[in-house]
Structures are given as structure tokens and as C-alpha cells.
């Protein structure tokens, strides 16, 4: 089926306004559109069978999804969150205990570390927008217990650098891969390399649900287990009472139309890389805004969850986006360590604050069209100007 359909003339020489959203950030109705007779289909075998909780199609996406990732274990909680936290449980983080990670995140990730009693140490990121390396070592104490290294906008951290460190001090690193489901290093995948990698299956992620969903992977049986008792409030597979848990579980419903999904994933995939790839291209030479780092860099595999710019005028280029009805969004406009709200320990993170007044991302997503960037790119290319 071609999903690329061109309804209006996005070509470079015609950037007049349209009363509709030209450019949509996202793509989950003509997703839907797409994939509906598989997904109904999903839906009504799923009611027939009346399987519900912890059954067959969440069995066979944790199968499928282990195998994916080359992992021996997956356990698919009910979100991103949730993933997280429990892993953290799952390694026995609490009061008196220092994570570290970054502010460069979405608030789930500190709300992980703080709901298990810990304190969560702020850290800068890198021109690639996750954790840098180069500051990781100082940030160590006595009381550290785990790393959250957070794999932003579909690119691996410098993994192999903070394991070196985290080995160093035997430090456990619990991966937050929510954005990078797929993406590796030389074949080896996000949420692969520490103790524990956790995702998201939101529905704004590259491999999705319908609702909120999220995935625990690990190598270590004993880890797995855990967290399998943990999300089934407590118990083991004999139903058998082990702990106080919760409920977190991925629904069978949910696990159902994600093993639809998960068809489709690396055919979305090429798209992304394809449309980041024509971005790259047609904005290398803008003087006004700075491209993410390459989706060239020798041995990485991005996914491009996101396609993010930094541009000093920020408000004046959602402005002009906004006027060729083009959609973006702000990953996130007020960085986690400034918010008064939350109570963070005061510290100084100068790319993590350049980042939140700069950073806004382009729509990309497997059904965009080429005509369609090239809007975007001609659009940019009008506010930003060429060097």
C-alpha cells in the first residue's frame, strides 16, 4: 500500500498558507488508516477469546521483542514510567540512595528515581543531546546506586564510555531507552548494554500501543524475574505471594495491536532515517539553525524519534512553521532543574538550559512524504536563510 499520498502542492516554490495542517507532527490517524482491518482484527480476536490479562499476545510480544533486541528477557509493564521504576525496585534503589541522569528528560525519569525514596543527581548532556560522558565521573559518590543514561530523540548515548566509568565504580546502569526503541551501536541495541533497559510504547514512540504501555529488558534471570513479581502485585507465575507489587501489567489488548505494529516497525524505521536523512540535506546550509549530529556518525544507528534543531530565535521560527501550517514541538521548553516546582537540588547545566531556550523539533514520521519535507525544508530554509 503506498501511504504516500500527496493531496496539496507542497513543492519549494510555493509556500502560501493552508486552512489545514499541511504538515502534521505526527501520523497515527493515517497510521490507523493503514493498518485498520489488521488492528480490528487484533481487537475482535483478542474480545472473542475473552484474553485479557497476562495472556498469549503479551507472551508473544515479549518473545518477539527479546529477539528483536537480542536480549534474553522482556517485560512488558503498562508504561514508560512504570518501566523505570520498577527496574529501579527491581535493583533494591532507595532512601539515602543517588541516581544519576540528566535534566534533559521527560519528568519520568526523575519521578522514577523520587518515588523509589532516591535522589536524583543532575547532570550536563552533549552536543548529541543525552548524557556526557566527560562529566559522569565527577558526579560519583559513596551513595550513588544506579546511572540513568537517557537515549534522546532516537540515538544511543556514548554507551561504551559509561560503562567504562560505571564498571570502574561498580555502578549498575538502568538505560531509559524510551525514545530509542531499535537504535544501536554497532549492532547492539539501546536497553541492551546495562542491568536494565526500560521503554515507552506511548503512542508518540516509534513502536507503539493505543494507550500507555512500556517494556523492561534485561540479561540477568534473576532481574527479569523480579520484575515479572513486582508489576503482578507481588506475585509469581504460580500465583504465589512473594511481595507487596503493583499493577503494572501490559495489557493483552495492548500487546495484541503492538505485535501489529511491530510488523510495520522496520519498514517505519527506514522512513524516519530516510526523512532525517532529506532534512539533513536541504538544511545543512542554514546559517540560522543548528542540525542534530548526523545520522552518518560511523557505527551509530539512529531511529529519529525526533528531529530536533537548535535556533536562537526559537519563537520566531514556530511563528513562521505555525504560519505554512507546518506542526513542531518543544522537547521541553523549561529544563527539570529549574522548575520550582519539583525541588531540585541547585546546580549549573549550561547545554541542558541552551537546549530547552533553543531546541524545536521538525515533524518526522513514517508518513510524511518527500513532497512534504521539502516543505518543511523550504519553509525553514525561508526563515532561516542559506550561509
Given at each position: 500500500?503506498?501511504?504516500?499520498?500527496v493531496l496539496i502542492d507542497y513543492s519549494k516554490n510555493n509556500l502560501q498558507e493552508y486552512h489545514v495542517s499541511a504538515v502534521p507532527f505526527v501520523g497515527l490517524q493515517q497510521e490507523f488508516a493503514e493498518r485498520r482491518q489488521l488492528l480490528t482484527a487484533a481487537f475482535e480476536s483478542v474480545g472473542h477469546s475473552?484474553?485479557?490479562?497476562?495472556?498469549?499476545?503479551?507472551?508473544?510480544?515479549?518473545?518477539?521483542?527479546?529477539?528483536?533486541?537480542?536480549?534474553?528477557?522482556?517485560?512488558?509493564?503498562?508504561?514508560?514510567?512504570?518501566?523505570?521504576?520498577?527496574?529501579?525496585?527491581?535493583?533494591?534503589?532507595?532512601?539515602?540512595?543517588?541516581?544519576?541522569?540528566?535534566?534533559?528528560?521527560?519528568?519520568?525519569?526523575?519521578?522514577?528515581?523520587?518515588?523509589?525514596?532516591?535522589?536524583?543527581?543532575?547532570?550536563?548532556?552533549?552536543?548529541?543531546?543525552?548524557?556526557?560522558?566527560?562529566?559522569?565521573?565527577?558526579?560519583?559518590?559513596?551513595?550513588?546506586?544506579?546511572?540513568?543514561?537517557?537515549?534522546?530523540?532516537?540515538?544511543?548515548?556514548?554507551?561504551?564510555?559509561?560503562?567504562?566509568?560505571?564498571?570502574?565504580?561498580?555502578?549498575?546502569?538502568?538505560?531509559?531507552?524510551?525514545?530509542?526503541?531499535?537504535?544501536?551501536?554497532?549492532?547492539?541495541?539501546?536497553?541492551?548494554?546495562?542491568?536494565?533497559?526500560?521503554?515507552?510504547?506511548?503512542?508518540?514512540?516509534?513502536?507503539?500501543?493505543?494507550?500507555?504501555?512500556?517494556?523492561?529488558?534485561?540479561?540477568?534471570?534473576?532481574?527479569?524475574?523480579?520484575?515479572?513479581?513486582?508489576?503482578?502485585?507481588?506475585?509469581?507465575?504460580?500465583?504465589?505471594?512473594?511481595?507487596?507489587?503493583?499493577?503494572?501489567?501490559?495489557?493483552?489488548?495492548?500487546?495484541?495491536?503492538?505485535?501489529?505494529?511491530?510488523?510495520?516497525?522496520?519498514?517505519?524505521?527506514?522512513?524516519?532515517?530516510?526523512?532525517?536523512?532529506?532534512?539533513?540535506?536541504?538544511?545543512?546550509?542554514?546559517?540560522?539553525?543548528?542540525?542534530?549530529?548526523?545520522?552518518?556518525?560511523?557505527?551509530?544507528?539512529?531511529?529519529?524519534?525526533?528531529?530536533?534543531?537548535?535556533?536562537?530565535?526559537?519563537?520566531?521560527?514556530?511563528?513562521?512553521?505555525?504560519?505554512?501550517?507546518?506542526?513542531?514541538?518543544?522537547?521541553?521548553?523549561?529544563?527539570?532543574?529549574?522548575?520550582?516546582?519539583?525541588?531540585?537540588?541547585?546546580?549549573?547545566?549550561?547545554?541542558?538550559?541552551?537546549?530547552?531556550?533553543?531546541?524545536?523539533?521538525?515533524?518526522?514520521?513514517?508518513?510524511?512524504?518527500?513532497?512534504?519535507?521539502?516543505?518543511?525544508?523550504?519553509?525553514?530554509?525561508?526563515?532561516?536563510?542559506?550561509?
Amino acid at each position: 500500500m503506498n501511504r504516500h499520498h500527496v493531496l496539496i502542492d507542497y513543492s519549494k516554490n510555493n509556500l502560501q498558507e493552508y486552512h489545514v495542517s499541511a504538515v502534521p507532527f505526527v501520523g497515527l490517524q493515517q497510521e490507523f488508516a493503514e493498518r485498520r482491518q489488521l488492528l480490528t482484527a487484533a481487537f475482535e480476536s483478542v474480545g472473542h477469546s475473552a484474553s485479557y490479562i497476562l495472556r498469549d499476545d503479551v507472551r508473544a510480544f515479549e518473545t518477539a521483542i527479546a529477539d528483536k533486541l537480542a536480549v534474553k528477557f522482556a517485560i512488558g509493564v503498562n508504561s514508560g514510567t512504570d518501566a523505570l521504576f520498577l527496574a529501579l525496585k527491581a535493583l533494591g534503589i532507595g532512601a539515602g540512595d543517588e541516581v544519576i541522569t540528566v535534566a534533559h528528560t521527560f519528568v519520568a525519569t526523575l519521578a522514577a528515581i523520587v518515588h523509589c525514596g532516591a535522589k536524583p543527581v543532575l547532570i550536563d548532556i552533549g552536543q548529541d543531546f543525552n548524557l556526557a560522558p566527560d562529566v559522569l565521573q565527577a558526579a560519583i559518590t559513596p551513595a550513588t546506586k544506579a546511572i540513568i543514561p537517557v537515549h534522546m530523540n532516537g540515538r544511543c548515548c556514548d554507551m561504551p564510555a559509561i560503562l567504562a566509568i560505571a564498571e570502574q565504580y561498580g555502578v549498575p546502569v538502568v538505560e531509559d531507552a524510551a525514545q530509542a526503541l531499535g537504535a544501536h551501536i554497532d549492532g547492539r541495541y539501546a536497553g541492551s548494554f546495562g542491568k536494565l533497559g526500560a521503554f515507552s510504547l506511548h503512542p508518540m514512540k516509534n513502536l507503539h500501543c493505543y494507550g500507555d504501555g512500556g517494556l523492561v529488558i534485561t540479561n540477568d534471570p534473576l532481574l527479569a524475574q523480579k520484575i515479572r513479581i513486582l508489576r503482578n502485585h507481588g506475585q509469581n507465575e504460580n500465583k504465589d505471594l512473594m511481595t507487596f507489587g503493583f499493577n503494572s501489567r501490559l495489557d493483552n489488548l495492548q500487546a495484541a495491536l503492538l505485535n501489529v505494529n511491530l510488523r510495520y516497525f522496520a519498514d517505519d524505521i527506514d522512513r524516519r532515517r530516510q526523512i532525517a536523512a532529506r532534512y539533513h540535506a536541504g538544511l545543512s546550509d542554514c546559517r540560522g539553525v543548528d542540525l542534530p549530529v548526523s545520522c552518518q556518525s560511523s557505527g551509530y544507528f539512529d531511529v529519529f524519534s525526533a528531529y530536533p534543531l537548535l535556533c536562537r530565535d526559537r519563537a520566531g521560527l514556530i511563528r513562521h512553521l505555525q504560519s505554512r501550517h507546518i506542526e513542531c514541538f518543544v522537547h521541553w521548553p523549561q529544563p527539570l532543574h529549574l522548575n520550582p516546582h519539583l525541588r531540585l537540588a541547585p546546580v549549573s547545566l549550561p547545554m541542558t538550559e541552551r537546549v530547552a531556550r533553543e531546541v524545536l523539533s521538525l515533524p518526522i514520521h513514517p508518513f510524511l512524504d518527500d513532497a512534504q519535507c521539502d516543505y518543511v525544508i523550504a519553509s525553514v530554509r525561508e526563515f532561516a536563510g542559506g550561509r
